[in-house]
């Protein structure tokens, strides 16, 4: 099992930066595929970025493609996300999560909540406009 907790959250007006972080521990990180979603007041749960286990492969969500970057060191057992050019529209509640994966499945990234594992507590990100 692993623990995952998440950091850099935080109030920023728009057209400005914030790098999230989340620390996982308690297992091996590397052989964990990763992600990042976000939910906002009164909406779903949404796709936001995802990584594979060696960093090689990566997705985004179309309403943030070009805009964010999703980033791991697994020597600190850290993945990131690294988001510019933010919208009011981006103001979330963003979570990490972690799926374990075997050694065949290294390439892969996933998209739907429901494939992952484990869950940090969230951070809130506010853009003001």
């Known amino acids: 099992q692993v623990q995952l907790v998440e950091s850099g959250g935080g109030l920023v007006q728009a057209g400005g930066s914030l790098r999230l972080s989340c620390a996982a521990s308690g297992r091996t990180f590397s052989n964990y595929a990763m992600g990042w979603f976000r939910q906002a007041p009164g909406k779903e749960r949404e796709f936001v970025a995802a990584?594979?286990?060696?960093?090689?492969?990566?997705s985004y969500a179309d309403s943030v493609k070009g805009r964010f970057t999703i980033s791991r060191d697994n020597a600190k057992n850290t993945v990131y996300l690294q988001m510019n050019s933010l919208k009011p529209e981006d103001t979330a509640v963003y979570y990490c999560?972690?799926?374990?994966?075997?050694?065949?499945?290294?390439?892969?990234?996933?998209?739907?909540?429901?494939?992952?594992?484990?869950w940090g507590q969230g951070t809130q990100v506010t853009v003001s406009s």
């Open positions: 999560a972690g799926k374990p994966i075997p050694n065949y499945r290294a390439t892969h990234v996933y998209t739907r909540a429901d494939d992952y594992d484990y």
């Open positions: 990584i594979s286990w060696g960093g090689g492969t990566t």
